[in-house]
């Protein structure tokens, strides 16, 4: 069975200042990781994904992130936030490139301050 | 394009009620996977249709079940509505063909769904 776990349900940080959301994964299989994000009232957009491939991954806006096979880990940063990334954000793993069925971690609230 | 999209945008039902919802997917994608999301947590599979048929189904009951139309739409239907079926309903969809390349789900914005 595979699953993540987002190790913060809610994260809080200043403009202009570095972010970073854990996840860690379990797989049975090479997985396929992804990082999804939500906007209030908006629905979910694909921020980067992970299949095999280079082991550092980058996405829109600005967004990394880096499997870690050794430490079952995928964490979400970005150098310096915008008031803008303020919402819901999603890890997400998948056994067959993101064709099948798509586990969702239980999500972190990203929080920008002024 | 205009992407995924559902029907109707909210919903409010009354327990032991029946609900339909509808998905168009994105122009050239032949599957259709539709998710739960409760109120504060992450989204779960409920099911994938493909060629008309359920090809995988996440841990729902019966109650939960599903079509996919020749032009590749889809419905949700619910069945005897609990309160705990209460949330945003989302349909995703992919391309068969696109899949070998690794292209992933693409997400409609979803049906609120509240049942009283």
């Known amino acids: 069975a595979q699953s993540v776990t987002q190790l913060d349900s809610h994260v809080s940080v200043s403009e202009g200042t570095p972010v970073l959301l854990r996840c860690n994964y379990s797989s049975s299989y090479s997985p396929s990781l992804f990082w999804y994000v939500q906007h209030p009232n908006k629905g979910l957009q694909l921020l980067l994904k992970y299949t095999s491939a280079a082991t550092l991954v980058k996405g829109i806006n600005g967004f990394e992130a880096e499997f870690k096979k050794s430490e079952t880990s995928f964490h979400l940063t970005k150098p310096s936030a915008h008031m803008s990334d303020a919402a819901e954000y999603f890890c997400v793993v998948s056994e067959n490139f993101g064709n099948e069925k798509l586990t969702f971690g239980t999500g972190t609230r990203l929080t920008i301050i002024p | 394009d205009a992407g995924v999209t559902q029907s109707p945008t909210h919903l409010i039902k009354t327990r032991g009620q029946q609900v339909t919802l509808r998905c168009s997917p994105k122009s050239g994608h032949d599957t259709v996977s539709w998710y739960q999301q409760a109120l504060g947590q992450g989204p779960q599979f409920i099911f994938q249709y493909y060629e008309e048929e359920e090809r995988q189904r996440g841990n729902f009951p019966d109650r939960f079940s599903g079509h996919q139309f020749p032009n590749y739409s889809s419905e949700l239907n619910v069945n005897a509505l609990l309160l705990g079926d209460s949330a945003l309903y989302l349909c995703?969809?992919?391309?068969?063909?696109?899949?070998?390349?690794?292209?992933?789900?693409?997400f409609g914005p979803g049906t609120r769904l509240l049942v009283l």
């Open positions: 995703a969809s992919s391309s068969l063909q696109k899949r070998v390349r690794g292209e992933t789900q693409y």
